[in-house]
């Protein structure tokens, strides 16, 4: 999770037509399913870029 600064306008959908003014929100970064990633925004989960040879020479 991230919490974000803006203007933001929050809604509880089905409740309500009403929206909530906020200046941060949560935000998700990943998901982890059964021990394993699913879902990740960011790629926090993944080696960095210059620390790892390409996964195909040929490129």
Do not use: Y
Not at 7 to 13: A, S, Y
Not at 24 to 50: A, F, H, L, P, Y
């Amino acid at each position: 999770m991230n919490v974000t600064e803006g203007d933001f306008g929050l809604v509880d959908n089905g409740t309500s037509h009403r929206v909530f003014k906020a200046d941060k929100r949560i935000v998700c970064e990943m998901t982890v399913k059964g021990g394993q990633v699913v879902w990740d925004k960011n790629g926090r989960s993944r080696d960095d870029w210059s620390a790892t040879p390409p996964t195909n020479p040929a490129l």
